[in-house]
């Protein structure tokens, strides 16, 4: 997957048919929650160990915040992708209609989409015909919503596999806090944390085509961000004696 800049050649964000492009977004979600469940964990149970060194209180408090994150994740995830395939579904009523309306200038839409792209009219016309004597929706779908009607995403699924990443991410700020002797838990928690961004902000930018060293300072710097702030806020409330 390695490129070098300059290089021709397909980049990793070209879809190569619909399915490889639909597996990449889901691998691309899958890291995007794991890293939430990272920070938003790590940024917890670091705060709640600047005011205490009992392991039962940071096991509770990571095991609330892991929880509440991922069920969060899952309705944010359930909504929108709901939202969105009822769009889909309604663009899809629509050109099953006009389908079964008007045939003929839907055949006259889909040649001129195919002449726009560079086809001779008479090609363009016959690869239109073929494809509406194939499979009229799904010809229209592709080349106009560029949708695929059998491939809408499920939003249970898209819902549970965001919160198994989340949950997933989570367990290691929290498994690492609670494991590590009283001692060292908060700086070795700390660049467990950060070795564990750097990985996923790696894989996230080569799945995305983007510069990886960018996404990996990004990443890194904003964890050290939560973490510092949080422990920062959990000093003060245990000095105030709050
Ligand atoms: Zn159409």
Redesign the pocket.
């Known amino acids: 997957m390695d490129r070098t800049i300059g290089t021709p050649g397909p980049s990793p964000h070209e879809p190569h048919g619909d399915s490889f492009a639909s597996r990449l977004n889901w691998l691309r979600a899958g890291v995007l929650g794991a890293n939430d469940g990272i920070v938003s964990t790590a940024g917890l149970v670091v705060g709640v160990a600047a005011v205490t060194t009992d392991t039962s209180t940071l096991l509770a408090a990571g095991i609330a915040g892991l929880t509440a994150g991922a069920i969060s994740m899952a309705v944010g995830e359930y909504v929108s992708v709901s939202t969105q395939r009822d769009s889909e579904r309604a663009l899809l009523a629509t050109?099953r209609r006009?389908?079964r309306d008007d045939p003929d200038y839907?055949l006259v839409?889909?040649t001129e989409i195919y002449r726009a792209k560079g086809l001779t009219p008479q090609t363009a016309r016959a690869v239109a015909e073929e494809l509406t004597a194939h499979d009229a929706l799904t010809a229209?779908a592709e080349a106009?919503l560029g949708l695929n009607p059998t491939e809408l995403t499920n939003p249970w699924w898209a819902a549970g596999a965001s919160a198994v990443a989340f949950v997933l991410g989570a367990l290691l700020p929290l498994l690492a806090i609670v494991l590590l002797p009283t001692s060292v838990r908060v700086p070795v928690t700390f660049a467990a944390v950060l070795t564990a961004l750097a990985l996923t902000g790696s894989v996230s930018a080569r799945l995305g085509g983007s510069s990886v060293g960018r996404a990996v300072v990004r990443v890194v710097v904003g964890g050290a961000l939560a973490m510092a702030v949080t422990y920062g806020i959990g000093e003060l409330a245990g000095v105030a004696g709050i």
């Open positions: 050109e006009e389908l839907e839409e889909l229209h106009e």
